[in-house]
């Protein structure tokens, strides 16, 4: 299974970039992750929020695997437990799926974006910075790995 997440980011501090690098490290060799930055357009440009979006989801679009499984982070989006994020991963693994998480930016991301996902997940009920956010998908992701193989990581 091939795993790309995709994130508007500034640079990120050493700690995420370090935390991100470990869970990478972490996966075999047949669930590759793969993490591609964007930078996030300019807040000080004068566009809208709309036009900002628009120009992101333009840029995502064009980063996004073809033929991959969308999945949007997104605060109003599925909550899922690790048990049930383990199974959807068994079960697109199983299938042979490309998955491709997508943070978007401050702004969030397009709703026209959002609206040609598979499905959108959210980590929490809080508002967590980009960075936090991304070391805590890239770790619940290899959480869900874990208990898909039996891997002693995870304990219920």
Known sequence: MKLTLIAYTHRPEPWVQDALDMYAKRFPADWKLDLVELKPESRQSGKTTEQILATEKERLLAAVPKGALLV????????????KLAEKLGK?????EHLCLVIGSADGLHPDFKQGCREQWRLSSLTLPHALARVMLVEALYRGWSMIVGHPYHRE
């Open 72 to 83: 949007a982070m997104d605060e109003r989006g599925l909550d899922l437990s690790s048990k």
């Open 92 to 96: 697109w693994h199983d299938a042979g």
